[in-house]
């Protein structure tokens, strides 16, 4: 006796209600644009044809749109989905899609910001301070596409989360970037200054030791540009002066250059880079340097103090 098994037709699943009505929004802004759309059938991309806008016919990628779709409320949705469409039409001559991660690998960096004047931007990235955030950036070179942050639609399109991809960044930042470093003087106050050619100069405070010698209790950074580091190793209670100095070099030339940054001094230790609040302030006609150090920093201030004197 022969047993017929019974081939099992297995029913089309019904996709998320969250991606149908995603779907109808991005269709509904794409027409509104002049164009025509279709969908692939697993909802991963969408062609965008019919507009003189475009030479061609453009592939969009979903993945990471509905990835940070998720992330969001639905009143977010329409500036999500129109957003992304305009960047896609904005960059579609570009020799690169910045969704591809094997693309893009090798030109991810990273790139230091004020978090004050991130606050409406929607970027990749992570707090090195309390003032200031690492962005995640990818850059084409010469006059192809010059270097912008990485989009969150973009890196959800990637197999890696988005902390493995600001390591990768630094990685490539730390082995095709040499900073120069020279030795400078703040009115008695000896530093070390680097440069680099780009603005990830911050990636290389993981591996300052590359360049100066760094002792135990750590260094005192500014970063007034987004190229440089202006660096003082903190071995004695001359570490005072020298955060002075420091935050008026830093204020003075955060302020004479386009690509300033801060104006603040920081702290570098166990690889975390801590803000030292220090404010000018204005009193009886004079104006002084007020320094909030946090506590951790304050007590490290009265053991150095209290140590013998070499």
């Known amino acids: 006796m022969r047993f017929f098994r019974r081939r099992r037709v297995e029913r089309e699943r019904p996709r998320p209600a969250e991606d149908v009505d995603l779907d109808s929004l991005l269709a509904l802004v794409a027409d509104s644009r002049g164009f025509a759309c279709s969908f692939a059938a697993d909802g991963s991309a969408l062609t965008l044809s019919g507009s003189k806008d475009l030479p061609k016919d453009l592939v969009v990628r979903l993945t990471g749109l509905r990835r940070e779709a998720a992330r969001r409320t639905r009143d977010d949705w329409p500036m999500l989905v129109s957003e992304h469409l305009t960047h896609a039409v904005e960059v579609a001559g570009e020799p690169l899609d910045a969704c591809d991660l094997a693309q893009v690998r090798p030109l991810l960096r990273t790139q230091v910001r004020l978090a004050d004047d991130l606050e409406a931007d929607r970027v990749v990235g992570r707090h090195l301070s309390a003032d200031l955030i690492e962005l995640l950036t990818v850059g084409y070179g010469g006059a192809v596409r010059p270097v912008r942050p990485v989009r969150p639609e973009e890196a959800g399109c990637w197999p890696i989360p988005a902390g ?13 970037e040499r900073l ?12 070390w200054r680097l440069t680099g050619p780009t603005a990830s100069a911050a990636a ?3 591996h300052l030791g590359d360049y100066l010698p760094v002792p135990d209790d750590g260094v005192l950074v500014a970063l007034p540009r987004a190229g440089t580091l202006v660096v003082h190793p903190v071995e004695g209670i001359g570490v005072v002066r020298a ?9 003075w030339e955060a302020g004479e250059h386009a690509d300033g940054l801060s104006s603040q001094v920081y702290w570098w230790r166990g690889g975390r880079l801590t803000l030292i609040k220090a404010d000018l302030v204005a009193q009886d006609g004079q104006t002084r340097l007020v320094v909030a150090p946090p506590p951790e920093f304050a007590r490290l201030l009265a053991a150095i103090a ?5």
Do not use: K, M
């Open 164 to 176: 493995q991809a600001l390591d990768l960044a630094l990685r490539n930042a730390r082995d095709d």
């Open 306 to 310: 209290a140590r013998p004197p070499r």
């Open 180 to 191: 120069s470093a020279a030795r400078a003087d703040l009115d008695g106050v000896a530093v």
């Open 243 to 251: 955060i002075e100095r420091l935050r008026l070099h830093a204020q």
């Open 204 to 206: 290389h405070l993981r």
